[in-house]
């Protein structure tokens, strides 16, 4: 009789990430890895075909939770007020311990994008989406008239979301948590 899995895949996954995030894809053992996740190598191998697997899964996972703590954070603002209170949430991450972990997204952008075909669709994928959400914001704050730019809501929207990674790329690197007001304070012109 088959053994049944006596875990949970998002607990494990979550703790995964966490794994990753803190040490990077290559900094993370196997035995690391499996350490973090509380799980015995024939229940990794049972489950996942490879690191590189749940490493994929850990960055949708996180992709998911990211976008729904967004849309729940968001949810009933006015869209220049959405998009300013993303950029206050990113940069008062970044004044945090934790923030000099960086944006998980990002720093699988850095670490193996270039490199690894997989990863890199994940992260392009992963941005893409997340420049449509706030160019749908900005066209939405345009019609509303809380947002007065009228330059190309597509446009914008990378330049704002360049300011976000940026934000991450400084916090990642310990630079003073200045670098990320300074970014921040970029933000609301683009609105204007």
């Known amino acids: 009789m088959p053994s049944q899995k006596q875990f949970g895949i998002e607990e494990v996954l ?3 990430m966490e794994a990753f995030w803190e040490s990077g894809y290559e900094g993370t053992s196997m035995t690391r890895l499996l350490d973090r996740m509380g799980i015995q ?15 994929l ?3 949708d996972r996180y992709v998911r939770v990211r976008f729904s703590e967004f849309e729940d954070a968001m949810a009933g603002l006015a ?6 209170r993303m950029f206050d949430s990113v940069q008062e991450e970044c004044r945090y311990k ?6 998980f997204v990002v720093n699988a952008a850095l670490e193996l994008a270039p490199r690894d075909d997989a990863v890199g669709e994940v992260v392009r994928r992963t941005l893409k989406m997340h420049q449509e959400w706030i160019a749908e914001l900005l066209v939405a704050g345009q019609e509303d008239g809380t947002i007065t730019s ?7 929207a990378k330049a704002l979301l360049g300011l976000i990674i940026a934000m991450r790329v400084y916090a990642r690197a310990g ?7 300074a970014l921040r304070s970029q933000a609301g012109g683009l609105l204007d």
């Open 41 to 55: 190598k024939g229940s990794f191998y049972a489950t996942f075909s490879s690191k590189h697997e749940v490493f």
């Open 98 to 103: 934790s923030g000099s972990r960086g944006c």
């Open 57 to 59: 899964q850990a960055v």
């Open 79 to 84: 869209p220049r007020q959405a998009i300013e």
């Open 150 to 156: 009228t330059g190309d809501a597509a446009s914008v």
């Open 14 to 16: 979550d703790r995964a």
């Open 175 to 181: 630079m003073p948590a200045s670098y990320a007001v």
